[in-house]
């Protein structure tokens, strides 16, 4: 077998149910406390890690899973799995996750940096801009639910900008306020005027996040529990 057909055959022992086996037992092996396991297991743990090729004479034998092996893995500690399970889940999530991310809400101070996070933003990046004045009813409250929100959905561009500071105040007259626009690729798909007689007298956060999928303008949140686990497993 030639050198090339070695190396591809090497890289498909890490997919499909035998690559996802052989993984797992890889990150047993370097999260477990070597020092602590007897030699016999340790060496057992190894030999599973490093699979051999079956034409491999070097090892001596086809590395099909023994009754040995199989007890050994029934003895797996839960928080290793969590463990696992954890990093798994975090590079399906780094696989499938498009753009950037962000933290907290923008504040724009001008017209002009208001088109440009409109123009210039990742074309998959859902830009939701909270046109608003002080003193103005329910301005201040959506302020603090977006706030919350943009903590929860990082990949969404929050944004405010004072309705004067625009440059178009008189668009955006009191009686318009707060306004929520929502932008993708450059396009205007939420235009709400007033946004705030949409809800109840006092809203909360999971109000403007229920308002905002009511339009299917959010995405899905964060794979949930991740963090829970990593605390559980320390």
């Known amino acids: 077998m030639s050198d090339k057909a070695l190396e591809m055959e090497e890289c498909t022992t890490q997919t499909g149910p035998k690559g996802v086996i052989n993984d797992w037992r890889r990150f047993k092996l370097e999260s477990m406390d070597q020092e602590s396991l007897p030699p016999a297991k340790r ?20 590395r099909k ?14 928080a290793c799995l969590k463990q696992y399970r954890k990093r798994c889940m975090q590079e399906m ?4 996750s498009f753009g950037p991310k962000f933290d907290g809400v923008h504040e724009l101070d001008s017209g002009d ?20 004045k ?26 405010r900008i004072d309705a004067v500071a625009s440059g178009a105040g008189e ?11 929502v932008y993708k690729a450059g ?31 959010l995405p899905e949140k964060e794979v949930p529990g991740m963090e829970g686990e990593e605390n559980d497993v320390e």
């Open 43 to 62: 060496e057992l743990l190894r030999q599973m890690s490093s699979p051999q090729k079956p034409n491999d004479t070097r090892s001596g034998v086809n």
């Open 65 to 78: 899973m023994s009754v040995q092996e199989y007890e050994l893995l029934k003895e797996e500690d839960e």
């Open 93 to 96: 999530h780094e696989k499938l």
């Open 113 to 132: 940096a208001f088109l440009e996070v409109i123009e210039k933003e990742h074309h998959s990046t859902v830009v939701v801009v909270h046109i608003y």
């Open 134 to 159: 002080a003193g103005v009813k329910g301005c201040e409250e959506l302020n603090g639910c977006l706030d919350c929100l943009a903590a929860e959905f990082p990949t969404v561009k929050f944004c």
């Open 171 to 181: 668009r955006f007259s009191d009686e318009v306020l707060p306004t929520l626009l």
């Open 187 to 217: 396009d205007l798909l939420g235009n709400f005027l007033a946004c705030t007689q949409h809800l109840s007298e006092e809203f909360f956060a999971t109000d403007v996040e229920a308002f905002l999928n009511g339009y299917g303008l």
